[in-house]
C-alpha cells in the first residue's frame, strides 16, 4: 500500500511540475494586461510616425489609403489595444500611423 502511495504521489507531483508553465504563462498574460495609457499624439515618437486617433484625418497623408487602421493592422494587440510600436501605450483602434501593415 505505501508504495502504491508513494506511486500516486510522484505521478501526481511530475504533472504539476509539467503544468507549471502553462499556469505561469496564463497568470503572466493576465498580470500584464493591464490598462495601458493612452497614446498622446502629440508625442514625439506619434509625430515621428504621423499618428492620427482617426485615420480618415490621415487621408492628406501619401502613405494612407482608405480603411487602414490601427485595428486591421500587425502590430495591433487587441486584448490590451497596444501596438508594438508604442509599446507602453494603448492606440485608438480606428487610428493609423505611416507604419500600418496589413495583418497576415
Known amino acids: ?9 510522484m505521478r501526481h507531483s511530475l504533472l504539476g511540475l509539467a503544468a507549471l508553465p502553462l499556469g505561469v504563462g496564463v497568470l503572466s498574460k493576465r498580470a500584464f494586461a493591464q490598462d495601458l495609457p493612452p497614446l498622446d499624439p ?3 515618437q506619434a509625430k515621428a510616425l ?16 482608405d480603411g487602414e487602421t490601427c485595428a486591421n493592422c ?3 494587440q487587441a486584448d490590451s489595444q497596444g501596438c508594438q510600436l508604442f509599446p507602453q501605450n494603448s492606440v485608438a483602434p480606428r ?3 505611416q507604419s500600418w501593415t496589413a495583418k497576415a
Open 42 to 44: 502629440e508625442s514625439a
Open 50 to 65: 504621423g499618428y492620427v486617433e482617426t485615420a480618415a484625418d490621415a487621408s492628406d497623408n501619401p502613405a494612407y489609403a
Open 95 to 97: 487610428g493609423w500611423c
Open 1 to 9: 500500500m505505501a508504495n502504491q502511495s508513494r506511486r500516486d504521489f
Open 74 to 76: 500587425m502590430f495591433f
